[in-house]
């Protein structure tokens, strides 16, 4: 049973910065495509930032990109997100999501094709 748990989140000021954490129970963490999700009160699930087994390769929804950087450690298994210049918009529960995918394989980036999620982390940005 794989285990997904996220850390981090918090009430933060317009233009603050946060940074959540993520761990997955795997044997071998550097197989694992890793993921941000974001989900908002009466929207639907949405992909932040995605990250391949050896940090290489990201992908960043147009929304965040040049606000959030994404990094992972696999060494102590973890995935971080560093997000910078926050806005209201950003407030959501923050979902971690892991998938094992061959090194060759596109990006996933899409919820659908990540098979691990944790149970999430409320960001909120309010003055």
């Known amino acids: 049973q794989v285990q997904v748990v996220e850390s981090g989140g918090g009430l933060v000021q317009p233009g603050g910065s946060l940074r959540l954490s993520c761990t997955a129970s795997?044997?071998?963490?550097?197989?694992?495509?890793m993921g941000w999700f974001r989900q908002a009160p009466g929207k639907e699930r949405e992909v932040v930032s995605c990250?391949?087994?050896?940090?290489?390769?990201?992908y960043y929804a147009d929304s965040v990109k040049g606000r959030f950087t994404i990094s992972r450690v696999n060494a102590v298994k973890m995935v971080y997100l560093q997000m910078t210049n926050m806005k209201p918009e950003d407030t959501a529960m923050y979902y971690c999501?892991?998938?094992?995918?061959?090194?060759?394989?596109?990006?996933?980036?899409?919820?659908?094709?990540?098979?691990?999620w944790g149970q999430g982390t409320q960001v909120t940005v309010s003055s």
């Open positions: 795997v044997l071998s963490f550097n197989d694992y495509t």
């Open positions: 990250i391949n087994q050896s940090g290489g390769r990201t």
């Open positions: 999501a892991a998938v094992r995918t061959s090194w060759w394989a596109p990006l996933p980036q899409r919820a659908a094709e990540f098979l691990y």
